[in-house]
């Protein structure tokens, strides 16, 4: 079965700084893909990055960059220039070809002014 | 704009009391998901469907029922045999397996 896990309930940050978001994984799949998602008090869930299994290039969109280390079943994101707005409950998904997510715990991020 | 729209925002549920949630999306998407959250929890999986007018039951499927007559539509009932409905409530859709889930808003569903 697949399962998610994020070791850390809480992190927090200075503005400006880097955050890193632990993530392991456990599939017997090959072919799978990888996300996070940011929820912040809106409570809205948001897409913030993807990954698919296949591919050894670590995602990046803008801020946001994971480190991808499939041996290890591992996808920690990494915040960089952290702001204000990102203080929010991060997840971490899993999706197996043709199942469907699973889910990690979640982090609740604190940014500090 | 595409989206999923999910009413209403807060409700209300008397003891022994069924209701439902609304999800619309009209994004094409085939798959529909409900999603319990709980504080502090992630989110459990209560029903998907993939297809019209089939569902399956999730992790969580007990004191709970759906039903997928059209593409856009995926409501979800709450019944009387769900003893802690109290929750945040997350519907989501998919187009493909490699798609990560667009979310509604969710509806927060408080038993008084």
């Known amino acids: 079965a697949q399962t998610v896990t994020q070791s850390q309930p809480e992190m927090s940050v200075q503005e400006a700084e880097t955050v890193t978001l632990s993530c392991t994984y456990d599939?017997?799949?090959?072919?799978?893909?990888l996300f996070w998602y940011k929820q912040p008090p809106s409570r809205q869930m948001i897409l913030v990055i993807r990954?698919?299994?296949?591919?050894?290039q670590n995602a990046t969109e803008n801020r946001f960059s994971v480190n991808f280390q499939k041996a290890a079943k591992s996808f920690s994101l990494k915040i960089s220039d952290s702001q204000l707005g990102d203080a929010a409950m991060y997840f971490c998904a899993q999706r197996d070809y043709g199942q469907n997510f699973v889910f990690g715990p979640g982090t609740r991020l604190s940014v500090l002014p | 704009d595409g989206g999923i729209t999910q009413s209403p925002k807060y409700l209300f549920r008397k003891e022994g009391q069924n209701v439902t949630l609304s999800c619309e999306q009209n994004?094409?998407?085939?798959?529909m998901y409900w999603y319990r959250q709980d504080p502090g929890q992630g989110l459990r999986l209560i029903y998907y469907?993939?297809?019209?007018?089939?569902?399956q039951k999730g992790d969580i499927a007990e004191g709970y029922s759906v039903s997928r007559e059209k593409k856009e539509s995926f409501p979800l009932t709450v019944t009387s045999a769900q003893k802690n409905p109290t929750a945040f409530y997350l519907c989501a859709s998919s187009m493909g397996t490699g798609d990560g889930y667009t979310f509604g808003s969710g509806t927060r569903l408080t038993v008084v």
């Open positions: 994004l094409n998407h085939d798959a």
């Open positions: 990954q698919e299994a296949y591919k050894q």
């Open positions: 469907s993939q297809i019209v007018n089939d569902f």
């Open positions: 599939t017997s799949e090959s072919d799978y893909y």
